[in-house]
């Protein structure tokens, strides 16, 4: 049930302005980064949809219980109502730390925040982390003082790393949210439903290591002979005194850091795949929660590897996800709304936010790796026939599908 509260509800074990009927409502999350909920809600008869505006609270399904988004946008069209809404952490995007300057431990630190923030809100904030480290942030909003990777700010997850756990007005760094839940997925081939990418750039498959007084050692990964040539790390530890020491050294990169393995990104839509027989291989995975490690065996490569949930799609009305997306964590890699106005990913996928405010243009929007494209005839780019799309070919123009033959309207020069 998705129940509606108003701006200033705290508390949500009552129906608050009483239960909406949308006809659909996703809630997505990525690990350190955005926490948001699309709803689409009919014009009713009885008038719940008259109680969906701008800053007020929907309480909403989630992996892990119920959880408030305030609304942030809302979007009306002939026959429904789209709404975007923010878990309630980004409330603190509207207040401000005049300064947070510590060199003590993590729990020191993030006891600074309630009294550095410009005026008090109902946030508690926790860490188990127990490093020492340094914190410096002055005139930011306690999110940018969390979570940032501006390099002129050594914000909390910079200082300490950590995942965050949103729970409510609870703020929570820990060293690790989720747990190993003993589920392991295998792939070798080609799924409906699964995408699949695996990165060798950074794949070290032989170390050259040397220590003390010019002792040398060279250190083969036992995948070695997957690829056509060595991949040569050189390694230099002036600790190491005996050729032991620095094959222990090798061997622990190979063994705790994988770095002879590629990093692998697996992409579960369980929508489509559930209508494959090779769906109960996967199934494991609507028991696991953001931030779990997954073991991963690539069948082809006789490798395994451990992989943590990174992001999710959840249904609210049926209470089961959508998508669910395992990958080499980095901090780097997944960042939250930390300015009010932008959500972003080191990666080829656009923020959630980023696309929801190009969404209030037309909501048919959607951003690959190669394009930009805009659906005109469909509320999906794969299905539209006309479309429009921009990227090194310039501005384009096509009413015979994506793979059909399209028309250049301005050239990549400008023309």
């Known amino acids: 049930m998705i129940t509606i509260h108003e701006k200033t509800a705290k508390s949500y074990d009552a129906l608050g302005l009483g239960a909406l009927l949308p006809a659909s409502c996703v809630v997505t999350e990525e690990l350190n980064g955005a926490f948001e909920l699309e709803m689409q809600h009919p014009y009713d008869e009885g008038g719940k949809w008259r109680r969906i505006e701008r800053g007020r609270i929907l309480y909403a399904p989630t992996p892990k219980g119920p959880q408030p988004f305030r609304i942030y946008n809302t979007t009306p069209s002939m026959d429904s109502i789209k709404v975007n809404a923010r878990h309630i952490f980004y409330d603190l995007l509207d207040n401000l730390c005049g300064n947070i300057l510590s060199a003590w431990t993590a729990v020191q630190c993030v006891a600074r925040f309630p009294g550095a923030m410009a005026y008090p809100m109902p946030f508690t904030f926790s860490t188990d982390i127990t490093k020492t480290g340094r914190l410096t942030a002055s005139r930011v909003n306690p999110v940018q003082a969390l979570l940032s990777n501006d390099e002129n700010m050594e914000s909390f997850v910079e200082t300490f790393g950590g995942e965050l756990l949103r729970d409510h007005f609870s703020v929570a760094m820990k060293e690790s949210i989720g747990a190993d839940r003993d589920v392991v997925i295998r792939y070798g081939k080609n799924l409906v439903g699964l995408e699949v990418n695996e990165d060798e750039s950074d794949v070290r498959t032989r ?38 020491q620095l094959r222990q050294k090798a061997l622990e990169l190979f063994r705790e850091d994988e770095i002879d393995l590629p990093k692998v990104n697996i992409k579960v839509d369980f929508v489509p ?17 953001l931030g779990d490690m997954v073991t991963v065996i690539n069948s082809k490569m006789g490798f395994s590897k451990r992989a943590k949930v990174i992001s999710y799609a959840w249904d609210c009305l049926r209470e089961q996800y ?10 780097t890699l997944a960042s939250a709304v930390t300015n009010g106005t932008k959500s972003y990913r080191v990666a080829v996928e656009a923020g959630l936010e980023a696309k929801n405010a190009i969404a209030m243009l037309s909501g048919r929007i959607a951003i690959t790796e190669q394009h930009f494209y805009v659906a005109v005839d469909t509320e999906d780019y794969l299905t539209s026939d006309r479309l429009f799309r921009f990227g090194e070919e310039g501005l384009q123009f096509t009413e015979s599908g994506i793979d059909g033959d399209w028309r250049t309207l301005i050239s990549p020069d400008g023309e």
Do not use: H, W
Request: overall charge negative.
């Open 273 to 289: 795949l559930a209508k494959t027989e090779e769906y109960r291989d996967f199934a494991a995975l609507e028991d696991v929660r």
């Open 207 to 244: 170390v050259l290591a040397y220590g003390k007084n010019g002792i040398f050692i060279a250190v083969d990964s036992p995948y070695l002979a997957e690829y056509v040539y060595p991949k040569i790390l050189v390694l230099e530890d002036e600790s190491a005194e005996t050729t032991a």
């Open 322 to 331: 959508e998508k669910v997306e395992l990958g080499d964590f980095l901090p």
